[in-house]
């Protein structure tokens, strides 16, 4: 089975301030992991993937993710925050071999303080 | 322009009025899925298929059907609705299961 958890369903930051959104994940075997984001009103739209390249992976807007196996973590970052960044960020995971399901996590809101 | 499409985008309906929910892609993905997302809980998946006639369970296919006769179709049938029911509905694709998921707009159903 699989599993993903995020820590926190609300944080707060400041605009300009770090953003750091936490997801850990449970997989018997390796992983492909996503964020996804979802502002008001509005369908998904994937941020970045984790498929076993790289560890640290970019995607659009700045953000970028570091797949740390040890700590099975797949945690969120941005440097500096903006106030287009407010949504809501999902955490999901898949795997091969298994049937292909994807599961989310329960997502964290992120707010943008002037 | 490449999109995935649902039909109805707001529904209400009265309890035990069988109703569908349309799903159309125009990017020739072999995969589509349906979810619904509820206030603390996320996304939960519903069915998924990996390609025409194939189709299999997520974690929340009770009171649910699907069907996929063609590649680009895959509706989401509520044969007799419920109040918990209730709920904001996805439809996805992807060119395969581990792909990126390309999500339609969202139908929000209300079962009365």
């Known amino acids: 089975a699989q599993s993903v958890t995020q820590l926190g369903s609300h944080v707060s930051v400041s605009e300009g301030a770090l953003v750091l959104l936490r997801c850990n994940y449970s997989s018997s075997v390796p992983p492909y992991l996503f964020w996804y984001v979802q502002y008001p009103n509005q369908g998904l739209q994937l941020l970045l993937k984790y498929t076993s390249a790289a560890t640290l992976v970019k995607g659009i807007n700045g953000f ?17 925050a903006h106030m287009s960044d407010a949504a809501e960020y999902f955490c999901a995971v898949t795997r091969w071999g298994g049937n292909e399901k994807l599961t989310f996590g329960t997502g964290t809101r992120l707010t943008i303080i002037p | 322009e490449a999109q995935v499409t649902q039909n109805p985008r707001y529904l209400i309906t009265v309890t035990g009025k069988k109703l569908t929910v349309t799903c159309s892609q125009n990017m020739n993905h072999e995969y589509m899925s349906w979810y619904r997302q509820d206030p603390g809980l996320g996304l939960r998946q519903i069915y998924y298929s990996m390609n025409v006639e194939v189709t299999d369970k997520g974690d929340v296919p009770e009171g649910y059907k699907v069907s996929r006769k063609e590649k680009r179709n895959f509706p989401l049938i509520l044969e007799s609705p419920s109040p918990n029911q209730t709920s904001l509905y996805f439809c996805a694709s992807s060119p395969g299961g581990l792909e990126t998921q390309y999500f339609g707009p969202g139908t929000r159903l209300l079962v009365l």
């Open chain 1, 64 to 80: 970028e993710a570091e797949f740390k196996k040890s700590e099975t973590s797949f945690h969120l970052t941005k440097p500096s």
